[in-house]
Each structure stands twice: as C-alpha cells, then as structure tokens.
C-alpha cells in the first residue's frame, strides 16, 4: 500500500510512531482483517454495564455475555488488561491467553493505545475490586495512526484544546461531561418551554437588515440576487412578526447568532441564543419566566439550585432580587440619578465616580456606563435590574410611569449578563420614531445603532398584541452551571485567530 502523507505539523518522533502504526495497518491486513470496517453491534455502554454489575462482589464472576466498543485508552501487561473508553466511561478488558484463539493472541499484539475496538465476553469483578469484561472475542473498528497525548500530562496545550477538539474530548473527562450537560440544559429548556405551551419556530440566518438587536454584523453577499445580506444578530423582530401573524400566542427560537465583535472569555461571535416571546405579558412576566427556567433547569440536569463558580456560592432558588437601574447605581456609588435630570448633570456625576463618558452623552447613556463600570462586576447573586434608559432600549414599550424609561431588565448572575427582557413595544409610529433616533445615532458614528426596517412597521401597523419578550445567552448560562471560566470551554468548535 502507499503510505500516506503525513501531517505538516508531525513531529520526527510522532512520525516515527504513525509510521510503526502503518506496519501494523499492513499486517491487519495481511491478516484478512478490514481495519476500518463498517458496523459493530454493542450490547450496552460501559457506563450501563458499571450500574448494572455495581454490587457485584470482588472474585465473583457472572455467565452474562456482553458486547462494548470504544477507544483504547491504556494496555498493560502486554495486552491482557485495557482501559475501554466509551462516551460514558470506562471499563476494563480482561484478556487472558487461555480465552483467545491463537489468531487472537497475535491480533491482541498488533494493538496500540488510541485504537477503536469491540469486545465481547463475561462480566466479572476482579480480586481486587475492579469490574472487567472477561474477553473471548475482540474485533478492531478503527486502526489509530497517531499516538494519543501522554496519559499522565494529558493535553495541557490550551490552543491545541480549542483547534484539536476531538483529542480534548479523548483526553478530559472534563470536557466531555462538559458538553455532554450543555446539550441536557438545551434540552430541558425545551421541553419546559413545551410544557408551557410555546411552538418552537425557526427564523433566517441571512437577513437583508440586520436588527433586533444593537451590534455589529457580518456581511456576506448573495451572487444571483447580487445584494449584500446579513447573518443575524437576533431574531427579534422576525419572531415578532410571528405573533403579529398569529401562528401562535408563545414562540420561541433557539438560535445561532453572529455579532462582528471581539472575542474574550465571555465572547464568542458565533453563540446561542434562546428568544421567546409570549402575547398578553409584560416584563413583569418575563422576570417569572427567567427565574423559573433558570431554577427548574438546575434541578432537573445538577439535581441542586445552589452551584459553585469559581470562589462563588450562587442560590438559583426563587424568588430572585429586583432593583431598578437608578437603585443599583445609588447602592454602589451614591449617585441618585433618579433626582438628576439634565445631561450635563448626569456627565458630571460620572466624572465625579471616574467614569469617562463623551461630552455628547445623554442621562441615560451615562447611566447605563455607570452601571457597566461600577455595578455590574459586584451582582454576584441573580439580580435583575429593571427599567433601562429609553435611548438605549429602541425596541421596548415606554415605562408607564417615567418616560425617559421603557420597561426592560437584564438580568446579571455572576456579574454577567445572562438574560434580556422587554415589555415589547408595540406602537408603529413610536417605533417608526425610535428607528429613525437610531438613523441619526449611525450617522453620528455608531454602527451598533439599529437600521430602519419598513416592513416590521408595517407588520406593527396591522397589531402587535401587548408582548412580553425575553431572550438568554445559553453559553453563559452553560458557563455558570458547569462552572467554565471560559466560554470556549462550552463551545464545541470556537471561534479562533488563524494558526500561523
């Protein structure tokens, strides 16, 4: 056979180790044996078998057959024992000469650490306590040509981690079990979600405008119809339309959006979202709805409401604090905004606490920088803070009793922020107003300022129901229930800097 080209990056000890690995692909082969066959038909996962057999007494052994597969993750005594490795776990293989044919002992010498195999044989537990398959039958699923990371030091290369994925989840426990819970947490946040009654709905990724939300986007372009398109930032007001359409009173989207923005340990511009939005509520509903999925979500996948991240304790047990905007500043830096009503004022209230603002600054941008600056890494226990400036907020309802407010909340967790809601404005010629603010806002610089969108006006011409909106970072609520410092942890395949 032609050897094949090795990688690039191969170092010349790892080429020596894939080529000793190509002779034994050749001699399985001159064996007759297929080293990448097509199907293998398990009986059970190592995690099944270790339940099942868990009070099993040390020497005992059963006549029950089974059939796993997994990865070799460790070979002694020349083959008779081998750690299995499963997406659940581990289990041990028991492979004495006395059980094997002859063919299979000189099989047993042509595996390596890394390769994929299937066993079958009788469940025992050793002498010494350690559960075991007791193998007569083995069959390689997949011949491994590069050498696994040294057990004992595993992957400690944090880019290798992030750019080689599949070795990480070879190597950690840590990692598997890590996005392994991720999709637990999806899934229980739909099913609650179903219980409550919401359709899940699906909304375009390109999107001739990008909106919904205040951010950048990345742009792409359509050849046939010759026109730039944008990923989505948010599917706010596609979801919207929805309700305006009367598909449904509550619908949600659990969503992937892109925001041309940094990246950090908190930032990823490819995340996930979930957005719901629901008929007949306001804000006051959405911050029910937040507690109630965060609390019900711990239990069902942790099994407890109280989680540790980093050196913090955290209670996800309702109900959770509310303080508006106003009232948080204060608390922290004795600035009542609430008594301070001219821009010059707020501009020099933030001077007097160091926080730099522009000299065009408005109260409520003040306010909101404030709170980023001096609030916000100190709202360790769930908080929501309610009531945003209007100037920051162009697609909710004003508050009904301060008009320089609408009624919005985000909720911060650990310092972050992890949820945002609306009473959701429902007005077209306020919403047409707010629009064209945030037209001269982009024309003064600022190209996170929302884009004017004629036809969602129009779907507000025809009735948006009062509405109560929210929408969730999942990758941070993932961050905080699997205590990840770093969202790639979460992530699956993040966003890196080209390798050089």
């Known amino acids: ?261 940094g990246i950090s340990p908190r930032h990823n511009p490819e995340f996930t979202m979930i957005e719901l939005y629901q008929a007949y509520a306001d804000y006051n509903t959405m911050m029910d709805l937040t507690e109630e999925l965060f609390e019900t979500i711990a239990e069902k996948v942790l099994g407890t409401t109280t989680i540790t991240f980093g050196d913090n304790t955290i209670s996800l047990k309702r109900p959770w604090q509310r303080k508006t905007m106003t009232q948080a500043v204060l608390e922290v830096t004795g600035l009542d905004f609430s008594t301070i009503h001219s821009d010059a004022e707020a501009r020099e209230a933030a001077a007097s606490v160091h926080v730099h603002v522009k000299p065009t600054d408005t109260w409520g941008l003040v306010l909101e920088k404030i709170l980023e600056e001096k609030v916000e890494h100190t709202l360790i226990q769930p908080v929501h803070i309610l009531d945003y400036p209007k100037e920051v907020s162009p697609l909710a309802k004003t508050h009904r009793s301060d008009p320089r407010l609408v009624e919005r909340f985000e909720t911060r967790i650990n310092g972050w922020e992890v949820a945002n809601a609306f009473s959701e404005l429902t007005d077209p010629l306020d919403q047409r107003q707010r629009f064209e603010d945030q037209l001269r806002a982009r024309e003064a610089g600022d190209d996170e300022a929302h884009q004017m969108d004629e036809d969602y006006i129009t779907a507000l011409e025809y009735g948006l129901p009062p509405t109560g909106g929210l929408g969730i970072g999942l990758d941070r609520m993932i961050m905080l229930l699997t205590n990840s410092a770093n969202i790639r942890d979460v992530i699956a395949f993040p966003t890196l800097k080209p390798k050089h």
Do not use: C
């Open 1 to 261: 056979m032609n050897t094949p080209t090795p990688p690039s990056t191969e170092s010349s000890s790892q080429h020596h180790i894939r080529q000793t690995r190509i002779d034994k692909l050749t001699q399985w082969q001159a064996l007759g044996v297929n080293p990448y066959p097509y199907t293998y038909e398990k009986s059970d996962d190592n995690a099944v078998i270790q339940s099942r057999y868990a009070a099993l007494e040390a020497g005992v052994e059963t006549s029950d057959t089974v059939s796993v597969a997994g990865r070799i993750m460790a070979i002694r005594n020349s083959g008779m024992f081998i750690d299995l490795q499963d997406p659940t776990g581990k289990i041990q293989l028991f492979s004495h000469k006395e059980n094997l044919s002859d063919t299979l002992q000189e099989q047993l010498k042509l595996l390596d650490i890394g390769d994929l195999i299937g066993a079958e044989g009788t469940v025992r537990r050793t002498p010494r306590g350690e559960l075991s398959i007791k193998v007569t039958q083995f069959h390689l699923l997949g011949k491994s040509l590069l050498p696994l990371p040294e057990k004992y030091h595993g992957l400690t290369d944090v880019e290798v981690r992030y750019r080689q994925r599949y070795l990480d989840l070879i190597m950690s426990e840590e990692t598997r079990t890590t996005l392994q819970t991720r999709s637990k947490i999806i899934s229980e946040l739909r099913r609650s979600l179903f219980d409550k009654g919401f359709l899940e709905v699906e909304t375009p990724i390109l999107q001739p405008i990008a909106g919904g939300a205040a951010a950048r986007p990345f742009v792409t372009h359509h050849n046939t119809l010759d026109m730039d398109l944008y990923l989505r930032i948010a599917p706010e007001l596609y979801l919207k339309r929805l309700v305006v359409g009367g598909l449904a009173e509550k619908v949600f989207d659990l969503n992937r959006n892109f925001r041309n923005e």
